[in-house]
């Protein structure tokens, strides 16, 4: 019996300086690891093998929601995705919950990657992350 393939994807997690109390995340806190245990599992259930690195080289300096969007990249060799922003794949965020937002953009890559906006569209839907848009 031929080993199931599954579609492979990239979500890195950027360092955070934090200049508002109000918009804290700790990637590296106990439950926001079981949140992205919970997702790795959810998505291979799918087919998805989702990988989550961290890149302690770049720093986003969090000033609002948008900044913490921003620290949160997505790859997918095979949906033609390379380290695209939270904030470019969903656009506005419904809640600001910053784990609804990654879930909403992991799902999106995975199963609908051609309804990102491309780079090249004039839209300005996030900032100062170094993705290109």
Not at 54 to 69: A, G, K, Q
Request: hydrophobic share 40%; net charge neutral.
């Amino acid at each position: 019996m031929a080993a199931k393939k599954y579609k492979q994807l990239t979500l890195t997690l950027l360092s955070l300086e934090h200049n508002r109390p109000d918009w804290y995340v700790d990637f590296d806190e106990a439950t926001f690891r079981d949140y992205c245990q919970m997702l790795i599992a959810d998505m291979r259930k799918m087919g998805v093998a989702l990988e989550i690195v961290r890149n302690t080289e770049s720093v986003i300096t969090v000033n609002s929601y948008v900044d913490l969007l921003n620290a949160i990249k997505i790859s997918s060799v095979e949906g033609g995705h390379s380290n695209r922003c939270v904030g470019h794949v969903i656009g506005m965020s419904p809640h600001l919950d910053i784990r609804e937002d990654i879930a909403a953009a992991v799902r999106r890559i995975a199963f609908a990657p051609e309804t990102v906006v491309p780079s090249n569209e004039f839209k300005k839907v996030c900032h100062n992350c170094g993705c290109g848009c």
